[in-house]
DNA sequence: TAGGCCATCTGGTCCT
DNA sequence: AGGACCAGATGGCCTA
């Protein structure tokens, strides 16, 4: 017995969400083109003799390639219910990282991509706020901290997440970014140094990373 | 209508 | 062997 530990049941499969064509017709090289006859079936029966009719035996032979596709669509239903599952969860941790992001309007949904590339930006503003702020040795809460401290995202900057920590990654977030261009970014920053402000000044901006992250 | 974004399916590969 | 992960394919929905 399998134990699946995906939420959704069978009856999922069915939900118009969960409906493609690709599901209705199976695609080249799939079940339909499998070889019916498995060496499963010549054990079957091990009494078989010489008399007996042929007809039974390929009757057999069928009956369990039916098996055997049985088993294989069951399989791959399994593995497509544990990988929509999956996505769901990775869905539901975009969902949280969203929230923790300062998003003007507040009802404006990030992309995937935005998301990853906004929470990438905010929190290295966030690490570079907090060392500037060491830097001043007081723990003040001084507006200019914020407002001034960050590189700005000139258009002098080629990408303003590679000049962050993690540089190495920007190659693969920074190509044909929605949010590539200067002013998208602006859109980006802005917020995200507002919300910093606000948070810094709200804590007396003595705060550990540790205390401010997480 | 083209392009972007997304959900889902699928087969391959790696890991336990 | 079965599950997790990944990338490609496909089709639906939405918007400029």
């Not at 042929?54 to 039916?66: P, V």
């Not at 399994?78 to 941790?93: F, G, Q, V």
């Not at 590679?162 to 929605?178: V, Y």
Request: net charge neutral; proline share 8%; hydrophobic share 30%.
């Amino acid at each position: 017995m399998v134990l699946i530990k995906s939420e959704y049941r069978e009856e999922d499969l069915s939900s118009p969400c969960s409906m493609s064509t690709s599901s209705l017709s199976p695609p080249p090289g799939s079940y339909d083109d499998e070889q019916p006859f498995t060496p499963i079936l010549q054990s079957e029966d091990g009494e078989m003799t010489a008399k007996k009719p042929r007809r039974n035996r390929n009757r057999s032979t069928t009956k369990n390639g039916e098996v055997v596709l049985k088993i294989k669509k069951t399989r791959r239903l399994k593995a497509n219910n544990r990988e929509r599952n999956r996505m769901h969860h990775l869905n539901s941790a975009l969902d949280a990282l969203r929230e923790v992001l300062p998003t003007f309007p507040e009802d404006a949904k990030l992309t995937k991509i935005e998301t990853l590339r906004f929470a990438h930006n905010y929190i290295w503003a966030l690490s570079e706020t907090l060392r500037l702020a060491d830097q001043l040795h007081g723990c003040t809460t001084s507006p200019m901290l914020v407002q001034d401290s960050p590189p700005s995202p000139s258009p002098s900057a080629s990408s303003w997440s590679c000049t962050s920590p993690s540089s190495s990654s920007c190659g693969s977030l920074s190509p044909a970014s929605p949010a590539s261009s200067n002013s998208d970014i602006l859109d980006y920053w802005q917020p995200a140094a507002h919300h910093l402000h606000g948070a810094l000044a709200q804590q007396s901006l003595c705060v550990t990373g540790t205390q401010a992250f997480i």
